[in-house]
């Protein structure tokens, strides 16, 4: 029972960081997973990636209902997320117990700061005045690293992809989140694919449970994110980062 508590908590965490932030279920379930019950980082990686992947496709539906998703320019994006990931997934492999690196755990509670300090208030207009060979190169070099990423360590693919669609790529926030999880759909069911043929089935009650789990909090969390005013939806995503950041340093460096 109370493996399967962790299991839920874990993954409702995981959901609510998806569907408000697209975050990757990873960023939260790996390391409570690895910590909290011992399993090993390879199958802990895999179970969040196909957590990831129902969480992500509810979510990138409500943000495509709302009109909050660029399906056309994300595309491209998603084509060297694939690729990377598969590549990164494979490396990953030949490093035993591959716990998820202090540089995405960090990260992710920094970022949640930036969005409480300096929220993103750009407008989907101002997007529209950058060129298209430069949007395509952009999503291209953002999108291999975010795959790498996502395959290697199994987290930071959700946060990292967050950071660039708006800092990089000038997407306001909410398109920012429908358009990473539009992708993180397909990004999570590669990778989790390429874990399950390399390390095998996972333990089946964790892999359930967490799926779940995840999908209730992805689909609360991405209601509430496209009913919220931008100034709301940036407070809220800042504190869901931060607080989550603070969790998985504690569970990284305390537990």
Same mark, same amino acid.
Request: proline share 2%; with cysteine; net charge positive.
């Given at each position: 029972m109370a493996a399967i508590l962790i299991y839920m908590i874990a993954g409702l965490g995981a959901g609510i960081g998806t $569907? /408000? %932030? $697209?975050?990757?279920?990873? %960023?939260?379930?790996?390391?409570? /997973?690895i910590a909290f019950l011992d399993f090993p980082a390879y199958e802990a990686v895999g179970i969040a990636l196909?957590?990831?992947? /129902?969480?992500? %496709? #509810?979510?990138?539906y409500t943000y495509a209902k709302n009109k909050n998703i660029d399906i056309k320019n994300g595309i491209i994006m998603m084509c060297a997320v694939l690729l990377f990931t598969v590549i990164g997934s494979f490396a990953a492999s030949f490093i035993p117990d591959m716990a998820m690196g202090s540089f995405? !755990?960090?990260?992710c509670f920094l970022l949640g700061i930036k969005f409480i300090v300096r929220p993103v208030m750009t407008t989907k207009e101002a997007r529209e005045n950058r060129s298209a060979k430069r949007? &395509? +190169?952009?999503? /291209?070099? &953002? @999108?291999?690293?975010i795959g790498s990423i996502c395959g290697f360590i199994g987290a930071g693919g959700g946060m990292m992809m967050l950071l660039m669609l708006t800092s990089v790529l000038g997407y306001e926030l909410k398109? +920012? #989140? $429908?358009?990473?999880?539009?992708?993180?759909?397909?990004?999570?069911?590669? @990778? %989790?694919?390429?874990?399950?043929? !390399? @390390? @095998?089935?996972?333990?089946?009650t964790a892999l359930v449970v967490c799926i779940l789990a995840t999908l209730v909090g992805a689909r609360a969390s991405a209601l509430f994110a496209n009913k919220a005013e931008s100034m709301v939806l940036n407070r809220v995503t800042g504190v869901v980062l931060a607080v989550l950041g603070a969790a998985m340093i504690v569970v990284k460096f305390l537990v």
């Amino acid at each position: 029972m109370a493996a399967i508590l962790i299991y839920m908590i874990a993954g409702l965490g995981a959901g609510i960081g998806t $569907g /408000l %932030a $697209g975050l990757s279920a990873a %960023a939260v379930i790996s390391p409570m /997973l690895i910590a909290f019950l011992d399993f090993p980082a390879y199958e802990a990686v895999g179970i969040a990636l196909a957590s990831d992947v /129902l969480a992500s %496709a #509810v979510s990138s539906y409500t943000y495509a209902k709302n009109k909050n998703i660029d399906i056309k320019n994300g595309i491209i994006m998603m084509c060297a997320v694939l690729l990377f990931t598969v590549i990164g997934s494979f490396a990953a492999s030949f490093i035993p117990d591959m716990a998820m690196g202090s540089f995405s !755990i960090i990260a992710c509670f920094l970022l949640g700061i930036k969005f409480i300090v300096r929220p993103v208030m750009t407008t989907k207009e101002a997007r529209e005045n950058r060129s298209a060979k430069r949007k &395509c +190169a952009e999503a /291209l070099v &953002c @999108g291999s690293v975010i795959g790498s990423i996502c395959g290697f360590i199994g987290a930071g693919g959700g946060m990292m992809m967050l950071l660039m669609l708006t800092s990089v790529l000038g997407y306001e926030l909410k398109t +920012a #989140v $429908g358009t990473s999880v539009f992708i993180m759909t397909f990004s999570a069911f590669t @990778g %989790a694919a390429s874990h399950f043929l !390399i @390390g @095998g089935i996972p333990d089946l009650t964790a892999l359930v449970v967490c799926i779940l789990a995840t999908l209730v909090g992805a689909r609360a969390s991405a209601l509430f994110a496209n009913k919220a005013e931008s100034m709301v939806l940036n407070r809220v995503t800042g504190v869901v980062l931060a607080v989550l950041g603070a969790a998985m340093i504690v569970v990284k460096f305390l537990v």
